[in-house]
């Protein structure tokens, strides 16, 4: 019996859709890049333009080029009465009226004030603005320090370190696994998806207090410790996969061509699993890359990428936050599309958050 | 002594994983649950921890969020995700290129992601602009204050971060589907709406839990999304827990993260029991 294909119509119905779909999966990323060359009135207004009009490499040169590059914050939610007074720490007088003001997503919005100065407010600040019609509170400009390679420079190191312990820790032991008896090896590989039903935030806890009395805070030791707890069982158990599908035989044909134990390991199976170790180690070189719960409770300064990257969001202007989004970016959509054919669901569950 | 001896090698490669699971991730939730039930001043079991916990608004706001952010979040992925797949399994030209597309948001970071997804729906946004063209809005109404269409946002930053992740286990499980049993539905004569219902609901089951669980238990850890998107105005439990933290009150910080194990640990076993329920009826 043959069964006929999709109809015209609904050929054109699937492609409709999928169009939308796409749509929705691309607009994101193009805005991320759009935003990141934009001039600054395109985005800056109560109407920003869809389309890139004039680009500008403006905002990467500053974060690209800046070793250091001082930069006013400030910080405003949307006020809607007329005037506020704000006072500077030097007791000057700025009045703001909402023509100068332009808002920023989400919840910390920027201001530059005619005369260059700044002024910053914090989340309670704001909403105790929106509540009365005039501060006369003392607002202190904050001065935000950019510095692009410092928190770059730790991320590679930190993610690099992990993948390389990681491996060393998780691939015998993986094989190890794949040759248990089919009950205990279920049981095992059971255990080990166990360990991702915890949440991050309560193993954080001791482990912060623990590095805290350890002075691991703020250092790479310690962040790649922590990396390695979600990602150890992690690549453990991708890896059951890549030697289970090695013969048992081969170990034992070299075994009785001479070769000890170790080095039929070294010399046959690990070769043989390399390819599937590779993949399996890219990707905890992502997750540690793109990690941001343990790095924020093990900070207390700007370290990672991510860490400088949420801090830049929250405090930085538009330009500078896509920016930095789109470098943290990079690497990781890279892999993902080179990796693609690699990408199995069941890997999938704990790779490329 | 002899096993030991016997299973040497196979013993020095496999207790390095077990030790540092055992120290840096079983320890560390046990001491939790423990420091959960310590009432820090006086250094003495209690439950006082849980009691100053259910009666801040803050938390109550938390635990809300991420049980309705989990659940409605899981049931609008795995719809969307499911027609996604079934469009991606018919044979077309341009199957490929659809593929790849719908793998972008997996090559974004979370945090990206938030920040992005921040740029539309801020008030000065794309989302309101284009709402503002299409001339539905002439105000520009603020998404993340923290109301429940803020809790919306959150769900659809997560779904666009996630949703590759489900499309693929969706279309692993319609693709393990063999062909001769749509054949003999069609034989059969079965609207195509039957045998979706009748055939393929059924035979993905396996893949559709496997989704559920991974789902929930990453959305019910949520984190960096509400954080970048809202900052304080849409806590969810994992954020509450940092908070407490970072205000050096652990054992709050401990009794909300325990909360939120609590809470996976009853999600998986209520799913896996209504799951197993249906199976024997």
Same mark, same amino acid.
């Given at each position: 019996m043959h069964i006929t294909g999709p109809t015209k119509f609904t050929r054109l119905i699937i492609y409709a859709l999928l169009i939308v779909f796409s749509i929705m999966m691309i607009t994101p990323v193009y805005i991320l890049v759009k935003v990141s060359i934009s001039e600054p009135k395109e985005v800056?207004?109560?109407?920003?333009?869809?389309?890139?009009?004039?680009?500008?490499?403006?905002?990467?040169?500053?974060?690209?080029?800046?070793?250091?590059?001082? *930069?006013? #914050?400030?910080? !405003?939610?949307?006020?809607?009465?007329?005037?506020?007074? /704000? $006072?500077?720490?030097?007791? =000057? &007088?700025?009045?703001?009226?909402?023509?100068?003001?332009?808002?920023?997503?989400?919840?910390?919005?920027?201001?530059?004030? *005619?005369? #260059?100065?700044? !002024?910053?407010?914090?989340?309670?600040?704001?909403?105790? /603005? $929106?509540?009365?019609?005039? =501060? &006369?509170?003392?607002?202190?400009?904050?001065?935000?320090?950019?510095?692009?390679?410092?928190?770059?420079?730790?991320?590679?190191?930190v993610a690099t370190l992990a993948t390389i312990i990681a491996i060393l820790i998780a691939s015998p032991a993986a094989y190890v696994i794949s040759r248990f008896p089919k009950k205990i090896k279920y049981t095992v590989i059971l255990a080990l998806l166990f360990t991702r039903m915890f949440p991050d935030v309560g193993i954080a806890l001791p482990i912060a207090t623990r590095f805290l009395s350890w002075q691991l805070t703020d250092t790479t030791l310690g962040l790649v410790l922590a990396h390695l707890i979600p990602n150890l069982p992690f690549l453990a158990w991708i890896l059951v996969g890549t030697f289970d599908v090695i013969p048992r035989d081969l170990e034992k044909a070299a075994m009785i061509d001479g070769a000890n134990r170790i080095s039929a390991l070294t010399k046959i199976?690990?070769?043989?699993?390399?390819?599937?170790?590779?993949?399996?180690?890219?990707?905890?070189?992502?997750?540690?890359?793109?990690?941001?719960?343990?790095?924020?409770?093990?900070s207390t300064v700007a370290s990672t990428l991510p860490i400088k990257t949420y801090e830049v969001i929250t405090t930085g202007t538009f330009f500078t936050a896509a920016a930095y989004s789109t470098i943290l970016?990079?690497?990781?959509?890279?892999?993902?599309?080179?990796?693609?054919?690699?990408?199995?669901?069941?890997?999938?569950?704990?790779?490329?958050? | 002594?002899?096993?030991?001896?016997?299973?040497?090698?196979?013993?020095?490669?496999?207790?390095?994983?077990?030790?540092?699971?055992?120290?840096?991730?079983?320890?560390?939730?046990?001491?939790?649950?423990?420091?959960?039930?310590?009432?820090?001043?006086?250094?003495?079991?209690?439950?006082?921890?849980?009691?100053?916990?259910?009666?801040?608004?803050?938390?109550?706001?938390?635990?809300?969020?991420?049980?309705?952010?989990?659940?409605?979040?899981?049931?609008?992925?795995?719809i969307i995700a499911l027609i996604i797949a079934l469009l991606l399994k018919q044979k077309f030209a341009g199957q490929g290129f659809f593929r790849t597309v719908m793998l972008i948001p997996m090559g974004v970071p979370t945090l990206v992601s938030g920040a992005t997804l921040l740029f539309i729906f801020g008030q000065t946004g794309y989302f309101n602009e284009l709402?503002?063209?299409?001339?539905?809005?002439?105000?520009?109404?603020?998404?993340?204050?923290?109301?429940?269409?803020?809790?919306?946002?959150i769900i659809f930053a997560d779904m666009w971060k996630v949703l590759p992740l489900t499309i693929l286990l969706l279309l692993a499980g319609l693709e393990s589907i063999s062909e001769d049993v749509y054949e003999a539905a069609a034989v059969d004569g079965a609207s195509k709406w039957l045998t979706f219902w009748n055939i393929t609901l059924p035979l993905l089951k396996?893949?559709?839990?496997?989704?559920?669980?991974?789902?929930?238990?990453?959305?019910?850890?949520?984190?960096?999304?509400?954080?970048?998107?809202?900052?304080?105005?849409?806590?969810?439990?994992?954020?509450?827990?940092?908070?407490?933290?970072?205000?050096?009150?652990?054992?709050?910080s401990g009794a909300a993260a325990t909360i939120l194990l609590g809470i996976i640990i009853i999600f998986i076993i209520f799913y896996m029991f209504l799951v197993e329920r249906k199976e024997r009826e």
């Open positions: 800056n207004t109560d109407h920003p333009t869809f389309l890139i009009h004039d680009a500008t490499l403006e905002h990467w040169k500053n974060i690209l080029l800046a070793d250091k590059k001082t *930069e006013n #914050g400030m910080v !405003i939610y949307h006020i809607s009465s007329d005037r506020y007074t /704000l $006072r500077g720490v030097d007791g =000057s &007088t700025l009045n703001l009226t909402p023509d100068d003001q332009y808002t920023i997503n989400g919840v910390l919005r920027k201001i530059q004030l *005619e005369d #260059g100065r700044s !002024i910053s407010l914090d989340l309670e600040e704001l909403s105790k /603005l $929106r509540e009365i019609s005039e =501060s &006369t509170k003392t607002f202190f400009s904050k001065d935000i320090v950019r510095d692009l390679y410092a928190p770059l420079g730790k991320s590679l190191t199976v690990f070769p043989i699993a390399a390819p599937g170790i590779a993949v399996g180690a890219i990707f905890v070189w992502l997750n540690s890359w793109n990690e941001f719960i343990y790095a924020r409770y093990l970016t990079i690497p990781v959509i890279l892999i993902t599309f080179f990796l693609q054919r690699y990408i199995q669901s069941g890997m999938l569950s704990g790779a490329v958050k | 002594m002899s096993f030991a001896r016997k299973y040497w090698l196979e013993i020095t490669m496999f207790i390095p994983l077990v030790l540092y699971i055992f120290y840096f991730t079983l320890i560390p939730v046990l001491q939790t649950i423990g420091i959960s039930f310590i009432d820090q001043s006086t250094g003495k079991i209690s439950l006082i921890n849980y009691q100053i916990l259910f009666a801040d608004i803050n938390f109550e706001r938390a635990l809300f969020n991420t049980i309705f952010i989990t659940l409605v979040g899981i049931i609008l992925q795995l709402l503002y063209r299409l001339g539905i809005i002439d105000t520009q109404p603020f998404w993340l204050g923290g109301g429940i269409e803020t809790l919306f946002v396996p893949s559709i839990t496997m989704a559920v669980i991974l789902r929930a238990i990453d959305s019910f850890r949520i984190f960096e999304l509400p954080l970048v998107m809202t900052g304080k105005n849409a806590p969810v439990l994992s954020t509450f827990a940092y908070e407490t933290f970072r205000r050096n009150q652990y054992g709050q």
